[in-house]
């Protein structure tokens, strides 16, 4: 199963129309919010993703970046912005801009779920990646993005795991060198066993060892809560120790991968836990929702302003 589809999407006409061209339906909540503002003061940059609150603001995603926007929300990230087209990114881009939100992360190249790309160190695959990350620089140019997900790919069964790990420094190194001149970061994302069997990259101290040996302000982690929960647990510890490598954030509450609240981990604990450190990045709303329709985007936004509260 791709993990990059389990929310929902409406579907991406590339029209005008679908942008906010006039979709009475993704303008209904402007019309019921009354005269008063229910924008949030997060303490965080919570970032949702497309489709999280379409039942309010439509299918549209610009009406959904005001939706988030009114809610409190002061960021964005949208896994499929390199297959948008450019002036899709580029309105995207305009209208974060103009709401003061900042852009998260999107997925820099093809993810390899069921065979070898980097951890084989094949020159074909390694170019086809480094390929992926220059057309990135492009895509984060026009949606004023910092941050690109990096997955190593799927394990090299016929290699030791030591040369695997040499061949995917050696691939990130040369990607840092497309990166570094325009000051964007690849964050490498260790995935847990249970939804990605097979994935190179596996643990929170594996992605620093490796970042350490890239030894570059262009490559540095990607810690999902709900990932390491699942493969390792000890969390607050283990962000620890990785603290001085990791540049993102990404949450969903185990089990379910669903918003905060909806599971067990004390989201509330490990959120203050960030803001006394003195985070201040993007964390990213890679989840899904527990319940469907505009109740369960309720429930969503309501989550977030429980364990915000510290």
Known sequence: MNRRKFIQKGALTGSLFTLGGGLLASNAWKATKGEESSKHSFKLKYAPHDGMFKSHAGEGILEQLEFMSEQGFKAFEDNEMSGRSVEEQKQIGAKMKALGMHMGVFVAHKIYWKEPNLTSGNKEKREEFLQGI??????????NATWMTVVPGYVDLRLDPDFQTANVVESLKQAC??????SLVMVLEPLNFRDHPGQFLTDAPQAYQICKAVDSPSCKILFDVYHQQIQMGNLIPNINACWDEIAYFQVGDNPGRNEPTSGEINYLNVFKHLHDKGFEGIVGMEHGNSVKGKEGEQMVIDAYKKVDDF
């Open 134 to 143: 220059r057309d990135s620089v492009e895509v984060a140019k026009r949606v």
């Open 177 to 182: 060198e497309i990166l570094e001149p325009h």
